[in-house]
């Protein structure tokens, strides 16, 4: 069983930057297409980025340009660099993926204001 447990949330001001870490353990995650999530207050869980076992990704619009999803396969880790942060980009990011992407982390808050 996959455990995945994210890192490097806090609070930051508009313009900064973050960068969220996913650790694996109990099984590597080489194999598996991985991906970022983000739920704001009141509203639906949301894909933030994505990236396949062989290095492709693909991002939300909102955050294209912005931010950056990376994997290292060595430390078995998924991580988001998160340049440039908006008000809006305030939500629990949550790092997802295994097996029909059954996996899921506890979440880390990211909190963007001035």
């Known amino acids: 069983q996959v455990q995945l447990v994210e890192s490097g949330g806090g609070l930051v001001q508009p313009g900064e930057s973050l960068r969220l870490s996913c650790a694996a353990s109990?099984?590597?995650?080489?194999?598996?297409?991985m991906a970022w999530y983000r739920q704001a207050p009141g509203k639906q869980r949301e894909l933030v980025a994505r990236?396949?076992?062989?290095?492709?990704?693909e991002y939300a619009d909102s955050v294209k340009g912005r931010f950056t999803i990376s994997r290292d396969g060595a430390k078995n880790t998924v991580y988001l660099q998160m340049n440039s942060l908006k008000p809006e980009d305030t939500a629990v990011y949550y790092c997802?993926?295994?097996?029909?992407?059954?996996?899921w982390g506890q979440g880390t808050q990211v909190s963007v204001s001035s």
């Open positions: 990236i396949r076992s062989w290095g492709d990704t």
């Open positions: 997802n993926g295994g097996l029909f992407a059954a996996y």
């Open positions: 109990g099984g590597s995650i080489s194999s598996y297409t």
